[in-house]
């Protein structure tokens, strides 16, 4: 079982920064492919960046490759959203998601989900 928390979300003026965290229980969490998927009101949860168990591989949606950047700390225990260049059209609640079968976009695919993080980007 592994139990996922995440943090780091707030409101923030558009241009600006913000790094999400999402630290994971359990010793088990460097055999884990880690995601970040978000969900705006009125829309179904969307895919955002994967990173393999090692880091050594990631992917990103479209609309956000250049802007954020997926890493992890294994010896932490904690995945890390940076978000840079935001826009409006980001505001959404940022979920973190473990994935035993690897690195995927696809929300079905992912074993355990936080409970997510507010993220709010004004004009």
């Known amino acids: 079982q592994v139990q996922l928390v995440e943090s780091g979300g707030g409101l923030v003026q558009a241009g600006g920064s913000l790094r999400l965290s999402c630290t994971a229980s359990g010793r088990t969490f460097s055999s884990y492919a880690m995601g970040w998927f978000r969900q705006a009101p009125g829309k179904e949860r969307a895919f955002v960046a994967s990173?393999?168990?090692?880091?050594?591989?990631?992917s990103y949606t479209g609309s956000v490759k250049g802007r954020f950047t997926i890493s992890r700390e294994n010896a932490k225990n904690t995945v890390y959203l940076q978000m840079n260049s935001l826009k409006p059209e980001d505001t959404a609640v940022y979920y973190c998601a473990a994935a035993r079968r690897g690195m995927t976009g696809n929300a079905f695919t992912y074993d355990y989900w936080g409970q997510g993080t507010q993220v709010t980007v004004s004009s």
């Open positions: 990173i393999t168990w090692s880091g050594e591989s990631t």
